[in-house]
């Protein structure tokens, strides 16, 4: 019986890692592929992704920040909103932890940036000229 027990240990000591691995490879994957379908074919240099919910007030006091962005620097950034009480996907995906959230991702789908809570136009525009994005419209 005791010859059985340290099998059954030594083989749940060697696949949890594995197990632990697969599990977080399949996690990075998901978020990659997520990433990958914000920037597919936009063009954008930086694609700006907002993840919030349209009955939460600072992602609400969001919402003209991000039409202005758009407006300000046409095809140069690209403007992405996910209401994360609507569909959890994205949160769990990009691993947020409050609302609003904002995610900056470079034209390879990479995030180089991340802010949480209300994030100020002024800001936001600062960020992207160090990025050497300067905006098409005042």
Not at 99 to 107: G, K, S, Y
């Amino acid at each position: 019986m005791d010859k059985r027990r340290n099998k059954l240990r030594i083989a749940l000591i060697l696949c949890l890692p594995l197990l632990v691995l697969l599990f977080s490879c399949k996690v990075k994957d998901n978020k990659t592929e997520t990433q990958n379908i914000e920037n597919k074919l936009s063009g954008a240099k930086i694609t700006f992704v907002e993840l919030g919910s349209v009955n939460c007030i600072p992602c609400k006091q969001m919402q003209p920040i991000m039409k202005s962005i758009e407006e300000k620097f046409g095809g140069q950034v690209k403007v992405v909103f996910h209401d994360v009480w609507k569909d959890k996907r994205p949160a769990q995906e990009y691993g947020i932890q409050l609302i609003p959230t904002q995610v900056f991702l470079d034209e390879n789908g990479k995030e180089f940036f991340r802010h949480e809570g209300f994030f100020a136009e002024n800001e936001i525009i600062e960020l992207f000229a160090s990025k050497g994005i300067t905006p098409l419209r005042q």
